[in-house]
């Protein structure tokens, strides 16, 4: 998954080194960006999906009183009226435990997501503006954390740490702020070397109003893109972990969902609706989000934009996209 | 040379951060595990057992940089420990029988998704708003959008219980004694399939969209049009021109697609009880079986590092840029 989490900031970066709008007024470029995500049909499915899951994981208490996970009824019910998505091998209710794992899964996803983001800011920036030994410093740090393999990290950390929700935070952070500090620092290094910031250097103004008010402000899109990547990376990493069952087993969450259908051998049984719903609500948070992304790739990248004429493949739409 | 030279000493210093990683988790983590471990397993074993893990652990009493030195000596000369759970069997031991079975499942898986994913970029890039283009990178983030492990799970039922196809446990069948004779390599192919093919549909999107979009960048060279100007066969300029210079960001994503195919694979022969390194790095982990999960991690890691130089070496072949300065 985070192969291409890396493609598509790496494409983000290339459109924006090529769009580059230094002298378009200061605020159009943002109206029209906002205007290019409401017209597109990508981001608009993206969005609608992710305002119904939100909404999920806001209503849950209201939609399934109580503890979901309370025994309720016979064990491995097919899906019936009175049980939709029927029920698992211990008699719990699918439906509730699906509807309420969304709030654990949606919040650590954000919380990593965010954390993951604000540290790949600091460091990008840092790395970027300083640039010499802070720079190299970093960015060794970086590639280093990028090289390890992310899952066994993960796996070790989490058997080293207290169980836990906060553990199942603080490791994905650990182990997911690298990417977003990359492809974070190259853009920070192109817009270092714009006129602007050397005025800025020049007039005096202190390194953090700098970083943060002057080259922050102009890579807005692609700190959206790395978000929205590490949120992918963040709900994807966290079922992981829990189904191995390393993280907190005692909270409701899709990845806990699992963990137990796998422990209580659903797919041997045939219980598939046991495993399928939180399955499927992991890939439809990451594909919403995913789509999302991609949108804010194609309005920014005008190189990536559907085009009109597909018949003639050739010449014309090469010239077309340039 | 110094291209290479200076890859390897970041290799090396990344593998000392590792080990350096292994060395301080147990000796500083909050809610000390060694003695949780202790108070767990001090019944069940032997003093020279728990001896052996007092100074891998480092809960003996000398400084610490003495034990530090001792500890990088150790994994230098090939010695990290004795397996716990499968007491007295050196770890080496225990990560050398498995270690075959995660090459296998996640080198086919790797190979298979980076050809096929790269040729469908390819295509998608050459005929844009073709059928390629627009109908397969939808579905194949979707299908990419699923966790490794529960398309596994997924596959596991749909082919292996309900319609019986394909074996659903373990890398042979019991009882078949490894020997490169046909049927134990068909049965080796047979249990391989599930495990690969999941592996395969998460990571093929990234490969095909990653190319895609570098290779319509490539598509708007000059050196295209002047191609097409001479009148060359559209797939010499496909392959030859276009695609050869795109493939670099691939060749590149290549070693991280390694790691993050470790992963996957842990992931995968959980779900499958494949006997890889994953499945056991899980199971001492499950065991409280901490020599052999250091080994294991440091293993997968080195297996990382080392892959990813191979590919630089490989790059320095591609790239003629690289070589020049």
Sequence with gaps: MTTFIEKTADATTGGILATGR?????????????????????????????????????LAPLLFPGDPSRITAMSSLEPSPEHWLGTTAKGQDVLALTVHGSRSSLFVGLTVGLASTFIGILVGLASAYFGKFIDEGLSLLTNIFLLLPGLPLLVILAAFLPPGLGTVILVLVVTGWAGSARVLRSQALSIRSKDFVAAAVVSGERAGRIMFREILPNMASIVMGTLLACVIYGIGAQAGLEFLGLGDVSTVSWGNNLFWAGNEGALLTGSWWVFVPSGVCIALVAFALALINYAVDEVTNPRLRKIKTPKTPAITERSAAK | MRFILRRLGFYLIAFWASITLNFLLPRFMP?????????????????????ALRKLLGVDDRPIWEQYIDYLHNIVTGQMGVSISRFPTP????????????????????????????????????????????????????????????????????????LGWFPIRHAFTDGLEPAFTWEFIGDVGAHLVLPALTIVLVSIGGWMLGMRNTMIATNSEDYITMAEAKGLRPSRIMLRYAARNAMLPSVTSFGMGLGFVVGGALLTEVVFA???????????????????????????????????FLVDILYVRLDPRVRSN
């Excluded at chain 2, 003695?35 to 074993?45: G, K, L, P, V, W």
């Excluded at chain 2, 579905?139 to 490794?148: D, K, R």
């Excluded at chain 2, 890889?276 to 020599?291: E, I, T």
């Excluded at chain 2, 999960?293 to 440091?298: E, Y």
Aim: glycine share 10%; proline share 6%.
């Design chain 1, 22 to 58: 230094p002298r378009a007024p200061r605020r159009k470029p943002n109206r029209s960006f906002v205007h290019g995500l409401v017209t597109n049909k990508k981001a608009l499915a993206g969005m609608a999906l992710m305002v119904f899951f939100i909404a999920m994981a806001l």
């Design chain 2, 31 to 51: 809610g000390d595990p060694v003695s949780r471990m202790f108070a767990r397993t001090q019944d069940r074993m032997q003093p020279e057992q728990i001896e």
């Design chain 2, 91 to 162: 770890v080496t031991e225990v990560i050398s029988s498995q270690l075959g079975w995660t090459l296998l499942l996640g080198g086919t898986a790797l190979v298979i998704a980076a050809v096929v994913g790269n040729l469908l970029g390819i295509l998608a890039a050459w005929r844009r708003g073709g059928a390629i283009d627009s109908a397969l990178p939808p579905v194949l983030v979707f299908i990419g959008s699923f966790p490794y492990f529960w398309l596994a799970m997924g596959a596991l039922y749909l082919f292996g219980v309900v």
């Design chain 2, 274 to 308: 494949y006997p890889g390194v994953g499945y056991q790095l899980l199971n001492a982990v499950q065991g409280l079986d901490y020599p052999l999960m250091q080994g294991l991690f440091l293993t997968i890691t080195a297996a990382v590092l080392l892959a990813n």
